[in-house]
């Protein structure tokens, strides 16, 4: 079995037409999902990119690798002996490649990345030897704009945060994008893999919809702002003093509407924008799944096509990641196994990105380290409606935790505005109650305490 990744970041599952979205047109993904099995209750065990990556790409959860945000780089955390997925998948007998982002960079992970055997679109640590690029590397516009100073720089954070605070038209042509050529390699590499007929593992790495929302303006095009309903869960909903985003719900949001609320305009242009980026990236991971078939590739080639996380689109006020919320802590995946017995179907069963790690060595066949937190979701390839776990746990740091169950979500805090918010899935999916200080709910505050306490161990699959 061969093995392709396809990394999207910042992805809202809701926003995507499989997933239940009327307005986003995503028809690859959407036609992608009816050959795999799709997970709608996948949830990643951090609230950002470097540490969510991190967790899933070694499986181990954030409080033990020791990385749970993106300042704290990989290889200077994880456990001495930690073996992440290139290791493991290279050891037993893969070609490994990657195309763009894998770790958060590649200054975060050196020697995670030494066991890439091609590189391509992203930085190779110092010692590497490899090939050139696959295709002639274009010089793309969008990359142009880069820092005119160090990050230590005062004036960096704010370059930054305009470079990111921005949606609409990036006045550039699909080719111009990073993400396409992400793609354009790949269809490539895929090609020269099949000629070759050499087992690998290639990950495709789409930066789009992270911030700024800006994509060619063919796809600004298929929206209208005017059509777009306003977010869910308004503020007016909330009651703030019990809400532990408070702050971000009236004021200044991560990478995008940094300096302020905004009007409901902006908030619909804004949406339309992020639909339009990931209708960019459906055309992207379109050509390369329709490589895959045209190659005869998909016969004996693992797909596993997934987010980093998830994005808030103005519920609660909120835009972007960095909370224990639903619209962060849950995100797309889809896995597709040739002739396994569940393709086509759809598990609401609870899997975490630290399961990929197991669930790849038992479907290759690998040894898995022991030290990996992550549980197998193989047998849920081959009936997804099994009974599996009862709960999927995240945090933002030692200090702020989350534990999900079906019923429930239980958030703690122990510096936060807030001590700890409770909401009731059931009657309020959107966790606008928070009923943490309701006696009527103390017995349920104190199992979902416990349970958060007890721990991820506690919340395995029943035995067979």
């Known amino acids: 079995m061969n093995v392709l990744f396809v990394i999207i970041e910042d992805t809202n599952a809701g926003a995507i037409g499989c997933y239940g979205n009327t307005i986003c047109q995503t028809p690859n993904l959407d036609h992608f999902a009816r050959t795999a099995v799709q997970f709608n209750s996948a949830y990643v065990q951090a609230v950002s990119c470097n540490p969510s990556r991190t967790s899933f790409l070694t499986g181990l959860r954030p409080l033990t690798s020791g990385v749970w945000n993106n300042n704290q780089r990989t290889s200077e955390h994880v456990p001495p002996g930690t073996k992440a997925l290139p290791q493991l998948l290279k050891e037993h007998g893969l070609y490994t490649a990657v195309i763009g982002k894998f770790f958060h960079g590649t200054d975060y992970a050196r020697p995670q990345m030494m066991y890439f055997d091609r590189i391509e679109h992203a930085v190779a640590p110092p010692g590497w030897k490899g090939p050139p690029p696959i295709l002639p590397a274009p010089v793309l516009k969008e990359e142009e704009e880069k820092p005119p100073m160090g990050r230590n720089d005062p004036g960096y954070r704010e370059w930054r945060r305009q470079r990111s605070d ?65 977010p869910p869960a308004p503020v007016s909903s909330l009651n703030l003093a019990e809400f532990p985003y408070a702050k971000r719900s009236t004021g ?100 975490e990105f630290v399961d990929l790690i197991p669930t790849l060595g038992d479907l290759l066949g690998f040894k898995v380290p022991s030290a990996v937190e992550g549980t197998s979701f193989a047998p849920l390839l081959v009936n997804p409606e099994r009974p599996w776990k009862k709960a999927v746990f995240q945090v933002t740091s030692p200090s702020e935790q989350m534990v999900r169950t079906r019923r429930y979500s239980y958030l703690e805090f122990k510096d936060g505005p807030v001590p700890a918010a409770l909401y009731d899935l059931k009657k309020d999916p959107w966790e606008t109650v928070n009923l943490a200080s309701d006696p009527g709910h103390a017995a349920v505050h104190a199992e979902m305490a416990g349970l958060l306490h007890d721990g991820w161990k506690s919340a395995l699959p029943p035995k067979p």
């Not at 990073?178 to 990950?203: C, G, K, N, T």
């Not at 908030?267 to 799944?289: H, M, P, Q, T, W």
């Open 166 to 230: 921005r949606y609409g038209d990036s006045g550039l042509k699909p080719e111009e994008e990073s993400d396409y050529y992400h793609a354009a390699a790949a269809v490539a590499l895929l090609e020269q893999f099949a000629r070759r007929r050499e087992p690998f593992f290639l990950s495709m790495h789409q930066s789009h919809p992270h911030t700024p929302l800006t994509v060619p303006k063919k796809y600004i095009d298929m929206y209208d702002p005017a059509k777009i309903p306003l």
């Open 252 to 351: 200044r949001n991560n990478d995008i509407f940094t300096k302020g609320q905004p009007t409901a305009q902006q908030a619909k242009e804004a949406i339309a924008a992020y639909y339009a980026c990931l209708s960019f990236v459906d055309d992207n991971v379109g050509r390369v799944l329709d490589a895959i078939d045209r190659t005869g590739l998909a016969k004996n080639t693992i797909v596993v096509v997934m987010a980093d996380h998830g994005f808030h689109l103005g519920d609660h006020g909120l835009w972007s990641k960095y909370t224990m919320l639903e619209a962060t802590r849950r995100a797309p995946l889809w896995v597709r196994v040739p002739g396994a017995p569940a393709n086509g179907r759809v598990c609401n069963e609870f899997v």
